[in-house]
């Protein structure tokens, strides 16, 4: 079983930058598979960002080219480096991770707003 803490979220300008970071707290963190998501009010909860154990990513079509996705294995976090951010990036965003069980952090609020 893992724990996860989102930090990093906030309010920031159009074409500002924010980095989320997620601790997992637990073992085998390298075994996990790990995934962003957001959630709008009113909206399904989608995809962001996924990155594999073997450090293969994957990005939502919105975010392709503003947004990075990274782990570091020896401090059990994945990391989102959001660039270039949009109105339409703000929602709550939330951590995943994935090994024979599904796991969710609590979310972290980022707004973008002129």
């Known amino acids: 079983q893992v724990q996860l803490v989102e930090s990093g979220g906030g309010s920031v300008q159009p074409g500002g930058s924010l980095r989320l970071s997620c601790v997992a707290h637990?073992?085998?963190?390298?075994?996990?598979?790990m995934g962003w998501y957001r959630q709008a009010p009113g909206k399904q909860r989608e995809l962001v960002a996924e990155?594999?154990?073997?450090?293969?990513?994957n990005y939502a079509d919105s975010v392709k080219g503003r947004f990075t996705i990274s782990r570091d294995n020896a401090k059990s976090t994945v990391y989102l480096q959001m660039n270039s951010l949009k109105p339409e990036d703000t929602a709550v965003y939330y951590c995943?991770?994935?090994?024979?069980?599904?796991?969710w952090g609590q979310g972290t609020q980022v707004t973008v707003s002129s």
């Open positions: 637990g073992s085998f963190f390298s075994f996990y598979d």
């Open positions: 995943n991770a994935q090994w024979r069980s599904g796991y």
């Open positions: 990155i594999t154990t073997g450090r293969t990513t």
